[in-house]
Each structure stands twice: as C-alpha cells, then as structure tokens.
C-alpha cells in the first residue's frame, strides 16, 4: 500500500513538530554524523574473514561496525575495535576516538576481561567439573569485577561525546542446549558456558542501562543460529585459525548484529 507524496508530506512534518512541541528531544541522525566503533573481537569481526590490512586486530569488511558505514555513510568513521581488547585496551587505545561531534558509538567489550578464551580452552581441554568450575570463575568476576571497569569505559565515552547514542552489543548464547549436535562438548559444558552469557547479558545490560546506554541482547537476535541449531548457524565451532573459533561468522555479524543494529540506529 502507498500513499501520495502531498499527504505523506505533511503528516512527517506535524509529527517532527509534534515531537518538538511535546518537548521530546529529537536525536541527531547518527547516518549524518561521526560513527566511532569500539570493543574487543565480536565487534572487530574477527571469525567473519576479510580482515584487509588490520593485522591482528582482524576488522572484518564483513563486520557489523562496517555495514552499518557502508549502509549509512556517516560523515566520518572511525573503526578502532580489535580482536583480544579487554576494557583497558578501548581506554587506552581506541576511547581517544571518540570526541564531541561523534553520534554514533558501538560497543561489545567484557568477555576477555571476563577470561572468554580461557574459558572455552578449559571446557575443550578439562573434565565436565572443572569446566563448570572455570565457568563459575568467569561468572563470579563478572559479578564482582566486570561493573567496575565497564563503568569506566562508559564514563569516558559520555564525557567525550555526551549527544552520541550509544549502543552496547552483548554476546550471544555459544549453544543451542538439546540441540543437533553428536560430537563435542557435552551438553553440562554447553550449559555451564551458556549461563556464562547469561551472567555477562545481566551485567553488561545492568551497566548500559545506568549509562542510558541502548543494549542489544544477542542472546535474542542469534537464537535459533548457535552452534549445534538445526539451522543455518551464525557461529563458529572449533575452527583454523583458532582465534575465529566461537565468534560470529559473516551471517552472524550481518544477522545477529548489523540487522538488530539499523533497528535502533
């Protein structure tokens, strides 16, 4: 269904005065203005491939923080996320980025600081309980730890761009639990790294939402597409390199975040 250009016109513009008038502020386009894109490997789109010159950073042309440029063409772009970053690494090498006339700034950052990759090493390596107990490591640091230092990324982020809309990318369930999967990890290791998501979703999204920050739960936008799902899968397993092992593919980066990303962007 369409409608004529001489009514779609007006409505637009009584609901912009609307909005105005009722004393809702009106966000600048973050399509219009700088996008500054931060965090460790699951923003850099390591495991997505076509990494050009970035070393071992791996920013991905398939990456989500790339999509959204090509699509919106902001009037600047700036893509500091690298594989590996712990909270520390967005303070001291890439929140420098971000200034006052940024718009836009993504984020996915907590996992290294959290021990992610020892994580999966030891429920890959160890028993069912000792990767219960690793993983029950990682959740306590979370809780205790983790709000701390995110904390301090978020802060400086308001301070140096206090109009930018700011976007916090969680990470994804790694596992269907019950799923197709016939070999692998078992289904207590599976669990034991899923509640691990669950306890970072719980912190992260707890620390956003202080900040007035938009969190994108990606425990929702790749349900159905975790390893072990009976359809097309946005992760990946064990995989070479080894570092690409348990993040988002090119689908993934497109379906699980970039998708979810332009809805609120």
């Given at each position: 269904?369409?409608?004529?250009?001489?009514?779609?016109?007006?409505?637009?513009?009584?609901?912009?005065?609307?909005?105005?008038?009722?004393?809702?502020?009106?966000?600048?386009?973050?399509?219009?203005?700088?996008?500054?894109?931060?965090?460790?490997?699951?923003?850099?789109?390591?495991?997505?491939?076509?990494?050009?010159?970035?070393?071992?950073?791996?920013?991905?042309?398939?990456?989500?923080?790339?999509?959204?440029?090509?699509?919106?063409?902001?009037?600047?772009?700036?893509?500091?996320?690298?594989?590996?970053?712990?909270?520390?690494?967005?303070?001291?090498?890439?929140?420098?980025?971000?200034?006052?006339?940024?718009?836009?700034?993504?984020?996915?950052?907590?996992?290294?600081?959290?021990?992610?990759?020892?994580?999966?090493?030891?429920?890959?390596?160890?028993?069912?309980?000792?990767?219960?107990?690793?993983?029950?490591?990682?959740?306590?640091?979370?809780?205790?730890?983790?709000?701390?230092?995110?904390?301090?990324?978020?802060?400086?982020?308001?301070?140096?761009?206090?109009?930018?809309?700011?976007?916090?990318?969680?990470?994804?369930?790694?596992?269907?639990?019950?799923?197709?999967?016939?070999?692998?990890?078992?289904?207590?290791?599976?669990?034991?790294?899923?509640?691990?998501?669950?306890?970072?979703?719980?912190?992260?999204?707890?620390?956003?939402?202080a900040y007035g920050f938009t969190y994108i739960d990606a425990?929702?936008?790749?349900?159905?597409?975790?390893?072990?799902?009976?359809?097309?899968?946005?992760?990946?397993?064990?995989?070479?390199?080894?570092?690409?092992?348990?993040?988002?593919?090119?689908?993934?980066?497109?379906?699980?975040?970039?998708?979810?990303?332009?809805?609120?962007?």
């Open positions: 269904m369409s409608f004529p250009r001489t009514l779609f016109r007006p409505l637009l513009v009584a609901a912009v005065t609307a909005a105005t008038v009722a004393g809702l502020a009106m966000p600048a386009s973050a399509a219009t203005g700088r996008y500054v894109a931060l965090g460790d490997s699951y923003s850099s789109g390591t495991g997505a491939g076509s990494y050009g010159n970035s070393g071992s950073c791996k920013r991905s042309a398939n990456s989500y923080p790339q999509l959204w440029a090509n699509a919106n063409a902001p009037s600047s772009f700036a893509f500091v996320a690298c594989s590996g970053a712990v909270t520390s690494d967005v303070l001291n090498s890439q929140v420098a980025s971000v200034t006052s006339d940024t718009a836009l700034v993504t984020i996915s950052i907590g996992g290294n600081d959290a021990g992610f990759a020892d994580v999966m090493t030891t429920c890959n390596t160890s028993s069912d309980s000792t990767c219960v107990s690793r993983n029950q490591q990682a959740q306590d640091f979370a809780r205790t730890t983790l709000p701390g230092r995110l904390n301090n990324v978020y802060t400086q982020i308001r301070n140096r761009a206090p109009s930018a809309r700011v976007v916090v990318l969680g990470y994804p369930h790694i596992y269907q639990l019950n799923g197709s999967c016939w070999i692998g990890l078992s289904e207590t290791k599976r669990a034991a790294i899923n509640q691990s998501s669950d306890v970072l979703a719980s912190v992260i999204s707890g620390r956003a939402a425990r929702n936008s790749f349900a159905g597409h975790e390893i072990c799902a009976s359809g097309t899968r946005w992760l990946n397993s064990v995989t070479w390199p080894i570092d690409e092992s348990y993040h988002p593919n090119s689908s993934g980066q497109r379906g699980g975040y970039y998708n979810p990303l332009e809805a609120v962007a």
